[in-house]
C-alpha cells in the first residue's frame, strides 16, 4: 500500500534521445531543429545526448552563442558519450558541439520547454546575473536507459518498480 501511496507523488517526466536513434551526430546530416519541433517538452524532462566522445560533445550555451556557433563561453559542458540533461526551467535551452565546425555543420538544438500546467510543479532555477541567458540545465544522474530503449517515461519506470516491489512485499 504504501507503494500505492507513493505512485501519487511521481511526476510524468519524459525522456527524448536526442536524435532518436540517429544520436548527437554530424554524420548523416540530422535535422535537430526538425526533431526538437517535433516533440513537447516540459519541466522535469530529461534530453539524453549519444555520441562518440572521442568526436564530439555537449555545450549548454546563451542565446548568442548559439545563433553564432561560438564553444568559448559555455554555461555547461558533457563529455561523457552518454549524457542525460535534466530540462528544470521553461523556455529555450541551447547546445551545441564544442568540436571545431560541428556547430556550422548544423550539430546544433534549441530545446524549447513549455509553461504548461501539466509539467510538474518545482521552483524555479535562478538565473545568472550576467546576461539573464537561462540557467544551465543540470545533468541527470540516471538516464533511465531501460525506459528510453523501451519508449517507456521514466514516471512508468518507476511505477513498474514500485508495484514490483510491493508484491514481492506483499508476497
Same mark, same amino acid.
Not at 87 to 96: D, E, P, R, V
Not at 119 to 147: D, M, R, V, W
Given at each position: 500500500?504504501?507503494?500505492?501511496?507513493?505512485l501519487?507523488?511521481?511526476?510524468?517526466?519524459?525522456?527524448?534521445e536526442?536524435?532518436d536513434?540517429?544520436?548527437?551526430?554530424?554524420?548523416?546530416?540530422?535535422?535537430?531543429?526538425?526533431?526538437?519541433?517535433?516533440k513537447?517538452?516540459?519541466?522535469?524532462?530529461?534530453?539524453?545526448?549519444?555520441?562518440?566522445?572521442?568526436?564530439?560533445?555537449?555545450?549548454?550555451?546563451?542565446?548568442?552563442?548559439?545563433?553564432?556557433?561560438?564553444?568559448?563561453?559555455?554555461?555547461?559542458?558533457?563529455?561523457?558519450?552518454?549524457?542525460?540533461?535534466?530540462?528544470n526551467?521553461?523556455?529555450?535551452?541551447?547546445?551545441?558541439?564544442?568540436?571545431?565546425?560541428?556547430?556550422?555543420?548544423?550539430?546544433?538544438?534549441?530545446?524549447?520547454?513549455?509553461?504548461?500546467?501539466?509539467?510538474? /510543479?518545482? @521552483?524555479?532555477?535562478?538565473e545568472? !546575473?550576467?546576461?539573464?541567458?537561462? =540557467? +544551465?540545465?543540470?545533468p541527470?544522474?540516471? #538516464? $533511465? /536507459?531501460? @525506459?528510453?530503449?523501451?519508449?517507456? !517515461?521514466v514516471?512508468?519506470?518507476? =511505477? +513498474?518498480?514500485?508495484?514490483?516491489?510491493? #508484491? $514481492?512485499?506483499? @508476497?
Amino acid at each position: 500500500m504504501a507503494a500505492v501511496a507513493m505512485l501519487a507523488g511521481v511526476s510524468s517526466a519524459a525522456v527524448y534521445e536526442v536524435g532518436d536513434k540517429t544520436g548527437w551526430t554530424i554524420m548523416g546530416s540530422p535535422n535537430y531543429t526538425l526533431w526538437a519541433s517535433s516533440k513537447m517538452f516540459h519541466v522535469g524532462d530529461t534530453v539524453v545526448f549519444t555520441y562518440n566522445k572521442q568526436f564530439h560533445n555537449v555545450l549548454a550555451v546563451s542565446k548568442a552563442d548559439y545563433k553564432n556557433c561560438d564553444a568559448t563561453k559555455p554555461m555547461a559542458t558533457w563529455s561523457t558519450g552518454n549524457d542525460s540533461v535534466v530540462l528544470n526551467t521553461t523556455g529555450h535551452h541551447y547546445f551545441l558541439c564544442g568540436f571545431t565546425g560541428h556547430c556550422a555543420l548544423g550539430q546544433k538544438v534549441d530545446i524549447r520547454v513549455a509553461s504548461s500546467s501539466a509539467a510538474p /510543479s518545482e @521552483a524555479p532555477t535562478p538565473e545568472s !546575473s550576467g546576461g539573464g541567458a537561462p =540557467a +544551465a540545465p543540470s545533468p541527470h544522474p540516471n #538516464a $533511465a /536507459s531501460k @525506459a528510453l530503449v523501451a519508449g517507456r !517515461s521514466v514516471a512508468a519506470t518507476v =511505477a +513498474a518498480s514500485l508495484l514490483s516491489l510491493a #508484491a $514481492a512485499v506483499l @508476497a
